[in-house]
């Protein structure tokens, strides 16, 4: 059973994750959706699959009023980010989603309409939730093409999307990661082979490096904090990608 | 069955969504009771030989605020089955919706997709029954709380009478005989209306 657990909380802001779900069946990829809170104002960042929506919805309504999210976030345009929206969409039609530009057009074959989108464009853009700023980081290539992470400097928390993922063994279901080398080891093939661009994942790095960064939240795994983010992102940088295939 | 396949589903699951925030609401309140009726048996104990009668009633408020957080937490179980049960339900209709689409084109095409929405319907179906039996068990629980909660309301009237007998703790003690009125009170009255909406 999914479960809401909250991992920021400061006043009227919060952040939540539905993590993993160590109930789910084994053909479907388990992933973490979160929940950024200001006040009455709530935005869902990868809301997930459609397969799932009821299990969200429903951990997400045992603890928030379900009506206070007034944004969607996908990352990207992949099924287990955003085949639900069609669902959240009829619980909510005036929900608003945020999603790269290049995907504007593909996104909607899982449900909305035109009013429903707001378009990132390639260099990102600030998010206003209830006067709470978030932005959009780009994050192209890492894996998707229009690809973007969202960040709240006050929090100091990223959420990553699939960057920093890990395919854990059902054992390891801690919410956090407690043991960065035993962890590691199941994030590896998953950048060499999601992960195509060498350069883009430099560049990344470059730039989240900058970021004060307290929480870095991936949508499949668990969550890197304090020195884990910095050894995730050094350890990312000196990593291969696109090499998946190889060996 | 029209009705449930129609648009007034995905009202349904607003509906759901309604009586899960009233009863979280109900359930919020709830968790004061305890520290309302521990707090009322220390006052008693503090206050001694003056207030037997408080005693006694404060003890029995102890027990009653137990019992309440076992029906609320059966309460939470069931609203978030019912939450669950309508959000999935979402999903089926949507299916369907796809297939009705597909129908409004023509007998050969009802007649190609007929099995399909059989299926379809036949999964519908078994939902909705399913959150019938939801609702059932929550009205169920809704009415065992209630009847808890009319026998709260009576202990914290004794409470208040008790009180009257507590010496120079008397202020205090009616205070917090109020303090447990006042929550059963406005969880009973949240139920209540509860129970009438989910009636209609
Ligand atoms: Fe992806
Ligand atoms: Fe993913």
Redesign the interface.
């Known amino acids: 059973m999914k479960k809401l657990k909250f991992i920021y909380e400061n006043g009227p802001h919060k952040w939540a994750v539905v993590a993993r779900d160590p109930e789910k069946p084994g053909y479907l990829i388990d992933t973490n959706e979160y929940l950024v809170l200001n006040g009455s104002e709530a935005l869902l960042a990868d809301p997930g699959g459609?397969e799932i929506?009821?299990?969200v919805?429903?951990a997400i309504?045992?603890e928030i009023?379900?009506?206070t999210i007034r944004y969607l976030f996908a990352s990207h345009q992949d099924p287990d980010i955003i085949s639900s929206l069609?669902?959240w969409l009829?619980?909510n039609p005036d929900l608003k989603c945020y999603l790269s530009w290049l995907w504007g057009s593909f996104i909607p074959h899982f449900g909305g309409t035109a009013e429903t989108f707001i378009a990132i464009p390639d260099e990102g853009m600030s998010i206003s939730l209830g006067g709470l700023m978030l932005e959009a980081v780009p994050a192209h290539y890492l894996h998707s093409s229009g690809n973007f992470n969202l960040y709240d400097r006050k929090a100091k928390i990223l959420f990553s999307g699939d960057v920093g993922a890990a395919l854990l063994p059902p054992e390891e279901n801690g919410l956090f990661v407690e043991n960065f080398d035993r962890h590691i080891r199941h994030a590896r093939d998953f950048h060499r082979r999601w992960m195509g661009s060498n350069a883009a994942k430099l560049n990344w790095c470059e730039r989240v490096s900058r970021l004060d960064i307290d929480m870095l939240c991936p949508q499949h795994g668990a969550i890197y904090r304090g020195e884990d983010v910095k050894r995730f992102i050094d350890w990312f940088a000196a990593l291969e990608v696109g090499s998946g295939i190889r060996e | 069955m029209e009705e449930i396949r129609g648009n007034s589903h995905a009202a349904d699951l607003r509906r759901v969504v309604k009586a899960n925030e009233d009863i979280k609401k109900v359930i919020r309140i709830s968790s004061g009771v305890n520290l309302v009726a521990l707090n009322a048996m220390l006052i008693a104990k503090r206050s001694g030989e003056r207030s037997r009668g408080f005693a006694v009633v404060s003890s029995e408020l102890r027990v009653f605020s137990h019992k309440l957080d076992g029906a609320m937490s059966g309460l939470g179980t069931l609203i978030f089955e019912l939450v669950s049960d309508a959000a999935a339900m979402q999903k089926q209709r949507q299916e369907h919706g796809h297939l009705l689409a597909i129908v409004a084109q023509g007998k050969r095409m009802r007649e190609l997709v007929a099995p399909a929405l059989a299926r379809v319907d036949e999964r519908i179906s078994g939902t909705v029954q399913e959150i019938g039996r939801d609702w059932q068990k929550l009205s169920l629980q809704l009415n065992r709380v209630l009847q808890l909660c009319e026998t709260g309301g009576s202990l914290a009237r004794s409470a208040k009478i008790e009180a009257v007998y507590g010496g120079d703790m008397s202020n205090i003690l009616k205070q917090v005989a109020s303090r447990i009125e006042e929550t059963v009170n406005e969880i009973f009255s949240t139920l209540k209306l509860l129970r009438t909406q989910l009636a209609e």
């Open positions: 459609m929506f009821s299990a919805f429903s309504s045992a009023d379900p009506y069609a669902l009829n619980f």
